[in-house]
């Protein structure tokens, strides 16, 4: 094997999923530019990405946490359980005091921040790579006290209790999805997006609609 060839093969592939071109776009040019790495390709969609990880078979998949249809968290557990040698790092918008932890524990190997992906996304790749987790310094610190029994949980005693779905669907709520656009974005049926209404309402205990629509809001807004 000549030395070209060789280098080619030992660079490690990178897939990308994100509902924004211009992310997709942007992660592929800053990977493509390292020696050692290579996009292999993107996706907007989860089910646009399992199709494709099923065939190119990336050492790395970089996950939005939020998709259409099956969120990233969802897509990550699938991922996991089905191409276990694809390791997978969530990408967000949202801070990672708020959702790395349901990030781990879907088996993702570590969670970047959109704002720093263009300083770190290189970085984070290399780390779980090596075996490693991927946190920000900060959250490292945060986590290393809460494992080691000095901390609580950083899943809130409310919010922790709903499913990644439920989580999904309030998020929506508060950045003032209807009922009905709620269901089209996650390609399932208005009864099914009721029900995710009243399983959250019962247990944030909340006593009404309008009760949950307030507490969404101020969710959304704690955030940002």
């Not at 929506?172 to 974005?185: D, F, H, K, M, V």
Request: aromatic fraction near 6%.
């Amino acid at each position: 094997m000549n030395t070209a060839l060789k280098n080619k093969v030992e660079k490690t592939k990178v897939f990308i999923v994100d509902d924004h071109p211009i992310v997709r776009q942007g992660l592929a040019q800053l990977i493509n530019q390292e020696s050692d790495m290579i996009s292999v390709g993107e996706a907007g969609t989860s089910d646009e990405a399992l199709k494709s990880i099923a065939k190119i078979k990336p050492d790395v998949a970089i996950v939005d946490i939020s998709l259409q249809g099956t969120s990233g968290i969802e897509l990550t557990k699938n991922l996991v359980a089905n191409y276990p040698k694809t390791l997978v790092l969530i990408l967000s918008m949202y801070d990672e005091s708020l959702h790395v932890e349901r990030v781990l524990k879907a088996g993702a190997k570590g969670y970047l921040m959109k704002q720093s992906a263009t300083d770190y996304v290189t970085t984070a790749i290399r780390k779980v790579v090596s075996g490693d987790i991927y946190v920000s310094d900060r959250m490292k610190e945060t986590l290393m006290h809460q494992f080691s029994g000095g901390g609580k949980s950083l899943i809130g005693a409310t919010t922790g209790k709903l499913s990644d779905r439920e989580l999904e669907v309030l998020r929506l709520i508060g950045q003032g999805y209807a009922t009905n656009r709620i269901a089209e974005s996650l390609f399932v049926s208005v009864k099914t997006i009721e029900s995710h209404y009243a399983n959250i309402k019962n247990k944030l205990d909340l006593k009404n609609s309008h009760e949950l629509i307030q507490y969404a809001v101020k969710w959304c807004l704690a955030e940002k």
